[in-house]
């Protein structure tokens, strides 16, 4: 999961669980109000009647019997003497259902199975009707009276459904509307991360020099950009340092060695026939090990002056022509192996580059393809055109490489196998230095093989080199 989804989930949850216990809260407060209300009616309805009862006028003061058969009056009152406890009046609603006494003074939910037949009181399917009970100790005019009076639920629970469903629907849309604001907020609060990725994405050893920009103030981010722009110099000045030092070390070791191997041809040619025979043995071994010195310093004088460069002088290479040639050259090395080689080139393959970088290229390929085969295997040259680009695909025979490797063989120093390697003089950096003039010339190189039966080196490059 995203950061951006986890501080959105996050911010959502926050705020779901924030709603959550506001809604409760206010679920609580509400809910109180309707029995406060009710509570509230229910005591001045117990004191008129007493009023009325004191007046002598309680019968006049009610509504008339209706059809219902208990009259409009909605509610459930008895009203006794206190004294000796005998039932002054009773509505006719109080006559046709019994509901549970409560003390004076205290209240009470009762819930009781009523008919629709009997009385229809807007009871649900299971005929079951809640009151809300209270009783009072009431004196009036010198007399004390004892009133139980209740009301039926029925609204109040359709108006508390109606405040949970209210709630609940509000609680939903807040946290829809939270899930929204909080994609956008975690979007605004990583928008300077996802701009450090991407400079960070494109800065590679080519532009070492690039920074992430810094902005005013000394926020995290700023913090953040300021290490990662340390980190950049530091690695930088490694990359430089590493790069003069392996130029300037095989600069340096190019004239010792060549005065090495100059000696001891002098050495082995005056005294030859003198020399005992373990002599000459080792002085063909120094020199075979001093000549493998040589090419290895050479190579790494080229892969370092290639590395240095940023762009070619571009010019029109043939190459049919250049490939032509050079499949000329190493046929004869080819014939030695009793390797076969085969070039299906078109007449015109023309591009813009660098004629002597992309000779030293190719010429890497065609001498890896011949080196690493078998006796009597095959070497395939073809190209092929594209409306974009030219391709050309050399194809050997031979042990081939492991899946896990094909990327490996582009790094410096890397070999497939390193004992094959030393038996034919290999460093490792051929195909660096491949790689490197192609991506030099705007293209990719790309190894595909079947261990133990082929590779392929296959190269792309644009007709036209862009800068």
Same mark, same amino acid.
């Given at each position: 999961?995203?950061?951006?989804?986890?501080? $959105?989930?996050?911010?959502?949850?926050?705020?779901?669980?924030?709603?959550?216990?506001?809604?409760?809260?206010?679920?609580?407060?509400?809910?109180?109000?309707?029995?406060?209300?009710?509570?509230?009616?229910?005591?001045?309805?117990?004191?008129?009647?007493?009023?009325?009862? %004191?007046?002598?006028?309680?019968?006049?003061?009610?509504?008339?019997?209706?059809?219902?058969?208990?009259?409009?009056?909605?509610?459930?009152?008895?009203?006794?003497?206190?004294?000796? %406890?005998?039932?002054?009046?009773?509505?006719?609603?109080?006559?046709?259902?019994?509901?549970?006494?409560?003390?004076?003074?205290?209240?009470?939910?009762?819930?009781?199975?009523?008919?629709?037949?009997?009385? !229809?009181?807007?009871?649900?399917?299971?005929?079951?009707?809640?009151?809300?009970?209270?009783?009072?100790?009431?004196?009036?005019?010198?007399?004390?009276?004892?009133?139980?009076?209740?009301?039926?639920?029925?609204?109040?629970?359709?108006?508390?459904?109606?405040?949970?469903?209210?709630?609940? +629907?509000?609680?939903?849309?807040?946290? $829809?509307?939270?899930?929204?604001?909080? !994609?956008?907020? +975690?979007?605004?609060?990583?928008?300077? #991360?996802?701009?450090?990725?991407?400079?960070?994405?494109?800065?590679?050893?080519?532009?070492? %020099?690039? @920074?992430?920009?810094?902005?005013?103030?000394?926020?995290?981010?700023?913090?953040?950009?300021?290490?990662?722009?340390?980190?950049?110099?530091?690695?930088?000045?490694?990359?430089?340092?590493?790069?003069?030092f392996l130029f300037d070390t095989s600069h340096e070791m190019k004239t010792p060695l060549s005065t090495m191997r100059l000696a001891i041809d002098e050495i082995y040619s005056a005294n030859s026939e003198n020399l005992p025979a373990f002599l000459q043995e080792n002085l063909s071994r120094l020199n075979n090990q001093v000549l493998r010195l040589?090419?290895?310093?050479?190579?790494?004088?080229?892969?370092?002056?290639?590395? $240095?460069?940023?762009?070619?002088?571009?010019?029109?290479?043939?190459?049919?022509?250049?490939?032509?040639?050079?499949?000329?050259?190493? @046929?004869?090395?080819?014939?030695?192996?009793?390797?076969?080689?085969?070039?299906?080139?078109?007449?015109?393959?023309? #591009?813009?580059?660098?004629?002597?970088?992309?000779?030293?290229?190719?010429?890497?390929?065609?001498?890896?393809?011949?080196?690493?085969?078998?006796?009597?295997?095959?070497?395939?040259?073809?190209?092929?055109?594209?409306?974009?680009?030219?391709?050309?695909?050399?194809?050997?025979?031979?042990?081939?490489?492991?899946?896990?490797?094909?990327?490996?063989?582009?790094?410096?120093?890397?070999?497939?196998?390193?004992? @094959?390697?030393?038996?034919?003089?290999?460093?490792?950096?051929?195909?660096?230095?491949?790689?490197?003039?192609?991506?030099?010339?705007? %293209?990719?190189?790309? $190894?595909?093989?079947?261990?133990?039966?082929? +590779?392929?080196?296959?190269?792309?490059?644009?007709?036209? !080199?862009?800068?």
């Amino acid at each position: 999961m995203t950061v951006k989804k986890r501080i $959105m989930l996050f911010i959502a949850c926050a705020g779901f669980i924030t709603s959550l216990l506001f809604s409760v809260v206010v679920f609580c407060e509400l809910i109180e109000q309707p029995f406060a209300i009710l509570d509230k009616e229910l005591k001045q309805e117990a004191y008129r009647a007493v009023r009325m009862i %004191g007046l002598g006028q309680l019968e006049s003061a009610l509504p008339p019997v209706d059809s219902a058969g208990y009259g409009s009056y909605p509610y459930w009152l008895k009203i006794y003497e206190r004294d000796s %406890g005998i039932i002054l009046y009773q509505s006719n609603l109080a006559k046709l259902v019994n509901l549970p006494s409560v003390e004076p003074g205290s209240k009470d939910i009762a819930s009781i199975v009523i008919p629709p037949q009997q009385i !229809y009181l807007g009871q649900p399917k299971n005929n079951e009707a809640t009151f809300r009970i209270r009783s009072f100790a009431i004196t009036y005019a010198g007399r004390g009276f004892t009133v139980q009076i209740a009301r039926s639920m029925f609204k109040l629970k359709d108006e508390i459904w109606e405040l949970a469903l209210g709630l609940v +629907a509000g609680l939903i849309f807040s946290s $829809m509307v939270l899930i929204v604001i909080s !994609y956008f907020v +975690a979007g605004k609060i990583l928008k300077p #991360i996802g701009t450090m990725r991407n400079l960070i994405h494109n800065i590679s050893d080519k532009n070492l %020099g690039q @920074r992430i920009p810094v902005g005013a103030g000394s926020g995290e981010f700023n913090e953040l950009a300021v290490t990662i722009n340390r980190m950049l110099d530091m690695l930088q000045y490694s990359f430089v340092k590493q790069r003069n030092f392996l130029f300037d070390t095989s600069h340096e070791m190019k004239t010792p060695l060549s005065t090495m191997r100059l000696a001891i041809d002098e050495i082995y040619s005056a005294n030859s026939e003198n020399l005992p025979a373990f002599l000459q043995e080792n002085l063909s071994r120094l020199n075979n090990q001093v000549l493998r010195l040589e090419r290895l310093v050479k190579n790494l004088l080229n892969l370092s002056s290639l590395e $240095m460069l940023d762009n070619i002088k571009p010019e029109t290479v043939h190459l049919t022509d250049l490939l032509t040639s050079l499949a000329a050259d190493y @046929r004869f090395l080819a014939e030695a192996q009793n390797i076969k080689m085969d070039i299906k080139l078109p007449d015109k393959l023309i #591009i813009s580059g660098d004629t002597d970088k992309l000779n030293r290229a190719f010429s890497n390929i065609l001498d890896n393809a011949i080196k690493y085969n078998i006796d009597g295997g095959q070497v395939n040259v073809e190209g092929k055109q594209t409306t974009d680009s030219i391709v050309i695909e050399v194809t050997n025979t031979g042990p081939g490489i492991a899946e896990n490797e094909k990327d490996k063989v582009f790094e410096q120093f890397y070999r497939v196998e390193k004992s @094959r390697s030393i038996r034919h003089g290999g460093s490792g950096l051929g195909l660096a230095i491949v790689k490197r003039i192609i991506e030099l010339h705007g %293209g990719n190189v790309e $190894m595909n093989s079947v261990q133990g039966e082929w +590779a392929k080196l296959t190269v792309f490059l644009p007709h036209m !080199y862009k800068q």
